[in-house]
């Protein structure tokens, strides 16, 4: 049975979508944007703030569903520029330290928001 992910401390979806579904012990989340939820707009800053805030986003989506960064088995990644993919996996390697999770990581023409990267998973819940 699917199950809605409503994560307390990620910031309100910006369409008709959740934040992420469960299916079993399966987790899947939506895109999350560098929105910081306190000031309701893209954080300040250039891909490196963007990308801390937009994995942040995706933690507090994970931990809602049940996961956690070290659950997750695939993360989709979207940069606005290609030019920025160095700087984005210097972040994205402090997040996923050991193990880290299949991924596929690309440049789009535009994000929402005007944002210079969102970043999805499949995860798993914790047994």
Known sequence: MKTIINAEYAPA???PYSH???YGNLIFTSGQLPVCKKK???VNGGITEQSIQSLENLKYVLEAG????ETVLKTTCYL????DFAAFNEV???YFKTDCPARSCFA???LPLGAKVEVEAIAHAKM
């Open 20 to 22: 992420g579904t469960t």
């Open 108 to 110: 789009v023409k535009d």
């Open 66 to 69: 049940g996961g956690s960064l």
């Open 13 to 15: 979806a910006i369409g």
């Open 92 to 94: 994205y390697k402090s």
């Open 80 to 83: 606005a520029e290609i030019n």
């Open 40 to 42: 309701g707009s893209i």
